[in-house]
């Protein structure tokens, strides 16, 4: 988790934001597609992939990771990103991180997801 301290200075809340999503909770990570070669598609950013986890027998792996580019703000996000609890109340299912950032960090996740198309 990243303090809000050491947060980048900047008055453009939009480059906190984009650098919560990009480089602390590296939602990109699962949530954009790729290449053959294994190379984010940057024009298809936060828009749902398919995940690249290899499965355990012993684990119910999550298969996809859904699109959240023009997320719709919902408690449960937030929730998500701050106790790693998913929407239906149980820790979300293996590759999922489970998130602990501050509330302010998860609202401004949750803000930057919002404002995307």
Known sequence: MLHEASHPESGDSIILEKYLVDHVAMCGECHTPRNDKGEILPTQYLK?????????????WAIKAPG?????????????????????????????????LTRSDAEAVVSYLKSLK
């Open 68 to 100: 959240i580019a023009g997320l719709i703000y919902q408690p449960t996000s937030v929730r998500l990103l701050t106790e790693g609890i998913a929407a239906d109340g149980r820790m979300p299912d293996p590759s999922i991180p489970r998130y602990r």
């Open 48 to 60: 749902g992939a398919q995940s690249r986890s290899t499965r355990r027998p012993q684990y119910k």
